[in-house]
């Protein structure tokens, strides 16, 4: 069993009364070695965040980790008819390094791949039709739409080479206490420029057509963050990277990586709700009191570091996290989050609304829409998360399991809208990416010494990968912190140092 130190439950003395006493850590051998870490949050921030704290700090690091729901956060299936589905993030892009690192070291395998055709749907017919011939596929985008194709293509890689020299800076333990500080080591002042541009804007400035992207990559950004082109051009260049590039996705569900980096950690996964974080003054490095409550009871601990890894934004009922004893005073909260509603519907597609009367005619496993018609984002003909190695994809006129996204739930009308008929409808609700708006300032990772927030860099780009990227960032920022390393720290020019180092 695992000493706590001066840690309490509703069952015992209250902390508030030891907090005068606060400096007396427990002095068992089991405890005085000890590096007692909370961290808030199991989604794949806070699962990979302990995992990198480990790895830097090594067995001495104890890591508590507070989820109020279930692990996986926004990685989860749902199930349906008797087999799982993905109800949240459904894949990664093969440039997702940590993310690959995660399968390898876990024994986790790629799912394996079931083509499918796309296209884009304008509300009234397809706009864009992909063919089972790449070829043809790039006669199609040039015939439309002339080279933009092309030079988004190039306007992609660009951001993509430059933001793949994170993993160089993060090996060489370079960390960075703010978004602004992140991306400047990365792209400079043209990376810091792109969260204050929109996408349209940025893309016409290299000659692609707005026709192409009111066409395309409206399309994309809708169906990725449920926006629009008007917002701002990083996180819009992520998501484009993810529609060109190979995507995979984990054999028996993505929240395997979740459950399977704390089960590594041997993290202690405390199912409660954290209500506050209190600054403890102590000579040497701060304390901090984090309180929490659950069913049973309330509970309280204290603890060297704290990681707050769940988004912090004003609809966000985990913004309740109070901050007292910080001068000056810690507000983290930024704007909203978007509201998607992913629909799992198990039935027949109306193909006929698609401008199909006869369903064994219907070719396309996944559409995409422009901005109408404005109930829904994008339709997917799904797999489950366990392919068998003689599993085929449904045929159109047979019932299968359709991933519907959207902003609001689906009203009757517009499922009678998509569908003939089905079987069951299941949703799940997310708050699943920010509400890009209008340009403001950057959040910073570090809310104190040693209290960082993994979910900033969600307001420069969400996805996945980059989440697991910030939890790297914030890992060597708290050891580099720790062991005052603060050459580490915030450094510039990176790309001249590293190259030295090598």
Known sequence: MKCRGLGTTSQGVS???LRPYHHLRCLSPLCLPGLLTAVVGAGIGGSAVAHFLQQHFGPRVQIDVFEKGTV???LATISVNKQHYESGAASFHSLSLHMQDFVKQLGLRHRREVVGRSAIFSGEHFVLEETDWYLLNLFRLWWHYGISFLRLQMWVEEVMEKFMRIYKYQ??????SGVEELLYSLGESAFVNMTQRSVAESLLQVGVTQRFIDDVVSAVLRASYGQSAAMPAFAGAMSLAGAQGSLWSV???????????LKLTKANVIHATVTSVTLQNTEGKPLYYVEYENEVGNGSDFYDIVV????????????????????PPIDAAQGSFQPTVVSLVHGYLNSSYFGFPDPKLFPFASILT????NFFCALDNICPVNISANFRRKQPQEA???????????LRSQLKTLFRSYYSVQTAEWRAHPVYGSPGTLPRFALHDQLFHLNALEWAASSVEVMAVAAKNVALLAYNRWYQDLDKIDQKDLIHKVKTEL
Request: negative net charge; glycine residues 12%.
């Open 15 to 17: 902390a508030w009364d």
């Open 72 to 74: 996986g956060g926004r």
């Open 171 to 176: 090996a060489h333990g370079y960390a960075f």
């Open 251 to 261: 054999e028996g569900g993505n929240k395997l990586v979740c459950s399977g980096l």
């Open 308 to 327: 707050i890894a769940t988004p912090l934004h004003l609809d966000n009922s985990s913004s309740s996290i109070t901050f007292e004893g910080f001068d």
């Open 370 to 373: 422009t901005d109408f018609p």
């Open 400 to 410: 299968a399991v359709w991933r519907v996204q959207s902003h609001k739930p689906l």
